[in-house]
């Protein structure tokens, strides 16, 4: 069964800074999105206490240039990943949604432009030239056997920062596929949520989106989040990880968030992070890893504070 992946690319394009600002204002008369990061480490549409999630964990693999290597139990260590789940749950007015186009295959990547469904007639713009704003993003195609079709890019970021909030690692992770996965926790309250118009027939298209698979010919292709839906990666997906191989011994803020540049147009920016507070131990206390890593470091959940890019700085009380 098909299921989208994200993928890591080249330092430079790891290193892209997307600016943020359309070319064309917020108009009243668009639905706009809100896309909220869901807490890290839980499934997607999760409705219980946070830190209770067991969507993650410490990988040790043998083969660091393996994105997606299995976790192994004996001999020697290459890199140590703690991988986690990721979702953003669409809880505004209207849907995420993006047109990519190019003029011909001999462009390796697709323009995007954002589309926003109308409040007065509820339409949807269905093509690229109808989409309302430029964006500074764009998608391509990533060949490898476990992707094979189009990445959005840019639209999430990981990052391990310390308690006094220095980013100590970021993702190598840039590439996604979006489409309607699951239900947010909260679907049945969201007024904006599908029901009637062109809101409708784009959910549908949305529901499992494959994003062009095996269509490296393609011209068009359409991605987005529908209200009351939801994106996830699971922790065993390709670079859903941060690598702890060389992070000493600490208490740190795992911290994921969408649209982390504001390159896309949505109602609230404020509920675009969450993060949890994990302590880091190597064996036998020490501070750093070994030479030769045999054993990888014990790292323990200490709380989940969604919608918050700060966790382990949270007064004592609220630790679990």
Not at 163 to 190: I, Q
Not at 262 to 267: D, P, Q, S
């Amino acid at each position: 069964m098909f299921r989208k992946y994200g993928v890591g690319v080249s330092a430079a394009l790891a290193a892209m800074t997307f600016v943020s600002g359309p070319s064309a204002p917020a108009d009243t008369s668009w639905l706009l999105p809100d896309m909220r990061q869901a807490p890290v480490g839980c499934p997607g549409g999760f409705r219980g206490d946070p830190v209770e999630c067991t969507d993650w964990d410490v990988c040790p693999v043998a083969d660091a240039s393996a994105s997606g290597g299995p976790c192994v139990t004996s001999g020697t260590i290459a890199a140590v990943r703690l991988r986690f789940t990721s979702s953003e749950d669409n809880v505004g007015d209207g849907p995420l949604l993006f047109h990519a186009h190019r003029e011909s295959t001999e462009q390796p990547r697709m323009t995007v432009r954002q589309a926003f469904q109308s409040s007065a007639d509820n339409s949807v713009p269905a093509t690229f030239d109808a989409a309302q704003r430029a964006t500074a993003t764009y998608t391509y195609y990533e060949p490898a056997a476990s992707h094979e079709h189009w990445h959005l890019m840019g639209f999430e970021r990981y990052q391990l920062r310390t308690p006094a909030g220095e980013t100590l690692l970021v993702d190598r992770k840039n590439g996604f596929c979006l489409g309607d996965r699951f239900n947010t926790r909260d679907w049945a309250d969201l007024s904006g949520r599908p029901y009637k118009g062109g809101a409708v027939a784009l959910s549908q298209q949305l529901r499992g989106n494959m994003c062009g698979h095996h269509r490296t010919d393609a011209l068009d292709v359409t991605m987005g989040v529908s209200v009351g839906k939801g994106d996830d990666y699971r922790h065993t997906v390709d670079f859903q990880w941060l690598d702890l191989t060389t992070v000493p011994s600490g208490v740190y803020d795992v911290v994921n968030t969408v649209n982390a540049d504001r390159t896309l147009l949505e109602k609230d920016y404020t509920n675009n992070s969450s993060s949890i507070s994990v302590s880091v131990q190597w064996p036998d206390g020490a501070r750093q890893a070994p030479a030769v890593i045999t054993a990888p470091p014990v790292v323990r959940l200490l709380d989940s504070c969604p919608g918050r890019a700060v966790c382990t700085a949270e007064e004592e009380g609220h630790r679990r």
